[in-house]
């Protein structure tokens, strides 16, 4: 009887035992969640754990470096074909609002030791045979039109560059130089000539210096010539 007893005893404390370590691990498991809930950490959030999405918002990808521009469409390639032309143009005459010169030579153009000119061709639609063996004697030779096909218009079959009846001619660039002096020689004398003319007094006039000082002076300068439209 004592050994039964002693055996009931002995289970009914381990009973007592094992119900207050279960009520103190839910004590510990609702203290827990109560601690973790004051953060604002849902327990759905604590159970599962979170998966990290692989999906990136529409406002926050970049296109790759590497990824294939769009085509050109028409209307845009259209634009940037007139911007080309329209550089082309302003580099060969300029600001539009200077004008058109037509007998225009690029300089950038001419060959090393030569020299460009526009020379008569014809007047009134007729040649001058007699004026271009004259060119010729003076060493002026017509510029070949396969030279610079940019100065005619396309499908041109002319052999020499024609323009309102002049054509383009070269001829070394020392005998050009040459003949500016000798022209420019030419000029002045005849401004001397002139101012001795009006120096010298003709029959039955006074004379024009008293007591050898000149009384006709004679003044230079140099103005802008317009040029007529």
Not at 79 to 84: F, G, H, S, V
């Amino acid at each position: 009887m004592i050994e039964e007893n002693t055996g009931r005893a002995a289970n009914l404390a381990k009973a007592r035992a094992a119900r207050a370590a279960n009520r103190e691990k839910a004590r510990i498991e609702a203290e827990t969640k109560a601690e973790v809930n004051s953060y604002g950490v849902s327990e759905a959030l604590m159970a599962t754990p979170a998966k990290r999405s692989s999906t990136v918002p529409p406002d926050l990808q970049q296109a790759s470096p590497t990824a294939a521009r769009p085509a050109m469409s028409s209307a845009e390639a259209s634009r940037e074909r007139a911007r080309r032309r329209s550089a082309e143009v302003r580099e060969n005459i300029g600001d539009l609002d200077q004008g058109l010169d037509e007998f225009y030579i690029d300089p950038r153009i001419i060959p090393e030791g030569w020299s460009y000119e526009w020379k008569m061709n014809t007047v009134l639609g007729q040649p001058n045979p007699a004026y271009q063996v004259q060119l010729q004697r003076m060493g002026w030779d017509c510029v070949p039109a396969e030279r610079h096909p940019e100065m005619m218009p396309a499908g041109d079959k002319h052999f020499t560059i024609e323009r309102k009846g002049m054509v383009l001619m070269e001829r070394p660039a020392d005998l050009t130089e040459e003949a500016k002096n000798i022209e420019k020689r030419r000029a002045r004398q005849q401004i001397q000539n002139k101012q001795e003319q009006l120096g010298q007094a003709k029959p039955g006039e006074f004379d024009r210096n008293n007591k050898d000082t000149p009384l006709v002076k004679i003044k230079t300068g140099y103005e802008p010539v317009q040029i007529p439209n």
